[in-house]
């Protein structure tokens, strides 16, 4: 299960976000850290198709970005920093099987797959609330069970933590490490990523250091604090 990025840039307008980037994600657990602009949700929006690179290519198991999204989000899910952007139906059930219908699923997966994930992050009971009158950590309970209902095999997170207190900020990510699925996560947080296989430091749109998250966070921090 690899997600391999080739020789990929990224450019909006005149503007360099990525240069000439190469990697091979397979990792189970992968963070992702660096300064504000320094590419990571350019990064992590590649890894499914969000964003098309300008040069090069993204390529996961054998799907390209460009040419076969719909496989691609498939099989990479996407979790956004802020659980209103991902929330698009008006309850919560509803919202849940909104993803697998929209990929076609037949209507007796749909309510399959809508149970399950519903039961699995302590939403059955809340299946017919309204998504607007939710709490906060209702809200990112629902956002990622809408991106688990597809089953993918990668989840990506853009900073899941970053509008968390501590302590919640702690829970969201016990939840995240005990996914089944790879994991890749953006994060400010970079004690988080303890015990993470591998972790990447962006500097303006390269890698400047690719390792353990000991080795990582220590360059990252030595470098900018
Ligand atoms: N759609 C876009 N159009 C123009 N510039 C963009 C766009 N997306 C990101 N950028 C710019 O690319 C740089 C990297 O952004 P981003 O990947 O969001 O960094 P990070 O997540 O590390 O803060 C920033 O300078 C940002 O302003
Ligand atoms: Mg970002």
Redesign the pocket.
Known sequence: MTILIDNVSVRFGDVSVLEGLSLDLRERRIGIIGN?GSG??TL?RLLNGLVLPSAGRVVVEAFDTRTHGADVRKLVGFVF?NADAQIVMPTVAEDVAFGPKAHGLAPQDVAARTEKVLAQFNLAALKDRACFNLSGGEKQSLALAGVLALDPRWVVF??PTTMLDRKRAKTAMNAITALPQHVIV?THHVELLEGFERVIVLEAGKVVCDASPREAIAHYLDTYI
Do not use: F, G, W
């Open positions: 504000n990571k949700s992590a920093q853009d900073e953006v």
